[in-house]
């Protein structure tokens, strides 16, 4: 399970014996202040608790279950407001991308790119996204195998650009529903590419409320406990203040009062995972 393939973000080194990452927000930009604001919040956690951060937020969420589904400020507006965001916290920023005309310029203010699930086979994306230079995130589609995932990434890396993050997100179990296959992580790090673990989409129903997707929260902290002693990489949260009046994926969010507590037993688990398996 050795990682191969080594790179870093600021200060945050992704590889082989690297710490445990964290990358955590808002599903997608409500406003500038809300979004600064849950960056300040978790950055301090973070900060506070010795644990390597990326701030992650959505511009536009272009693949809404409803037409009528709130999808965020837009390219231009939601770039800006991660630029200063990023000017004003000094955290990494990782946003979605979502066609080939939107990577040059999220790659001008974002540290890390995107490919969201549904889109993790669109050749042009893939490759526009690791041309760009950036770090390039892949979730893994619902409908694809641990084993598929390899060619997402080889078509990044054929571009020269190897800084690739494989993330994994659950697969779809009958009707509005997504498991995680744990044994998903070990075949994905066999790429050499560093393993997130995406805990708050893994626990989306998926159009679960007809017009929106519902979730079951209550097991993010198992999941995260599981995938941290499966060994990932890093874990991806979907973080806010008031789940409930969230716009997007509120029903899957963790709530911001519960982050420090669930990191705090995450970080002794990974420790320990570590320690018993040196990478």
């Known amino acids: 399970m050795a990682l191969n393939k080594t790179f870093s973000v600021n200060s945050i080194r992704f590889g082989a014996n690297a710490p445990l990452f964290l990358i955590a927000g808002p599903c997608v930009i409500e406003s500038e202040s809300h979004a600064l604001r849950m960056a300040e919040s978790l950055g301090a956690v973070a900060s506070e608790l010795g644990v390597p951060y990326i701030f992650k937020a959505s511009y536009d969420k272009a693949n809404r279950t409803s037409l009528s589904s709130f999808r965020g400020p837009g390219l231009k507006k939601g770039l800006a407001i991660l630029k200063n965001i990023k000017k004003k916290t000094g955290l990494p920023i990782l946003t979605?991308?979502?066609?080939?005309?939107?990577?040059?310029?999220?790659?001008?203010?974002?540290?890390?790119?995107?490919?969201?699930?549904?889109?993790?086979?669109?050749?042009?994306?893939?490759?526009?996204?690791?041309?760009?230079?950036?770090?390039?995130?892949?979730?893994?589609?619902?409908?694809?195998?641990?084993?598929?995932?390899?060619?997402?990434?080889?078509?990044?890396?054929?571009?020269?650009?190897?800084?690739?993050?494989?993330?994994?997100?659950?697969?779809?179990?009958?009707?509005?529903?997504?498991?995680?296959?744990?044994?998903?992580?070990?075949?994905?790090?066999?790429?050499?590419?560093?393993?997130?673990?995406?805990?708050?989409?893994?626990?989306?129903?998926?159009?679960?409320?007809?017009?929106s997707s519902g979730g079951q929260p209550e097991f993010i902290e198992p999941l995260a406990r599981a995938g941290t002693a499966a060994g990932v990489d890093g874990l991806f949260l979907e973080v806010h203040d008031n789940p409930a009046k969230a716009l997007s994926d509120g029903s899957n969010a963790l709530p911001l009062a519960q982050f420090r507590p669930l990191i705090e037993k995450i970080l002794k688990l990974a420790t320990l995972v570590r320690e018993w398996n040196p990478k």
């Not at 669109?122 to 490759?127: A, E, R, S």
Request: aromatic share 8%; glycine share 12%.
């Open 96 to 211: 979605d991308v979502h066609d080939v005309s939107q990577v040059g310029p999220a790659a001008e203010v974002c540290d890390i790119l995107q490919i969201p699930a549904f889109l993790c086979r669109q050749t042009d994306l893939l490759i526009a996204a690791g041309r760009s230079g950036r770090v390039v995130n892949v979730k893994k589609g619902q409908f694809l195998s641990p084993w598929e995932i390899g060619n997402a990434a080889e078509k990044i890396a054929g571009t020269g650009n190897e800084k690739i993050i494989l993330t994994e997100r659950g697969s779809s179990f009958g009707y509005q529903n997504l498991v995680v296959d744990m044994r998903s992580f070990p075949i994905m790090r066999k790429f050499g590419y560093p393993v997130v673990f995406d805990v708050t989409h893994a626990v989306q129903l998926p159009g679960g409320e007809g017009k």
